[in-house]
């Protein structure tokens, strides 16, 4: 079994930053992608940032310049620093990974969600 922990969500105003982060703990072998997702009241899940073992890098359009993934392979561990963030961030963000547990599956998990509300 493999658990995920997120933390860093939170109130801001515009312009203001914040930095998520998600640890991975449990039967991991090897970890692959680890990305972030947000999903805002009556929209769809989508993907903000995703980074792969080798650290390539891929944002949605609308957070480049201002977001960047980043992740610690050896602490299991992907982070998303948010800049200048905007009323239109404001949604949940979950957590995803795919990893190669112990017994040699590839599998995907995803976090429980955190928070972000970008608000004067």
């Known amino acids: 079994q493999v658990h995920l922990v997120e933390s860093g969500g939170g109130l801001v105003q515009p312009g203001e930053s914040l930095k998520l982060s998600c640890s991975a703990s449990?039967?991991?072998?090897?970890?692959?992608?680890m990305g972030w997702y947000r999903q805002a009241p009556g929209n769809q899940r989508a993907l903000v940032a995703l980074?792969?073992?080798?650290?390539?890098?891929n944002y949605a359009d609308s957070v480049k310049g201002r977001f960047t993934i980043s992740r610690d392979n050896a602490k299991n561990t992907v982070y998303l620093q948010m800049n200048s963030l905007k009323p239109e961030d404001s949604a949940v963000y979950t957590c995803?990974?795919?990893?190669?547990?112990?017994?040699?599956?590839?599998?995907?998990?995803w976090g429980q969600g955190t928070q972000v509300t970008v608000s004067s």
């Open positions: 995803n990974v795919v990893l190669d547990n112990s017994y040699g599956l590839r599998v995907n998990y």
């Open positions: 449990g039967s991991i072998f090897s970890m692959h992608f």
């Open positions: 980074i792969t073992k080798g650290g390539i890098t």
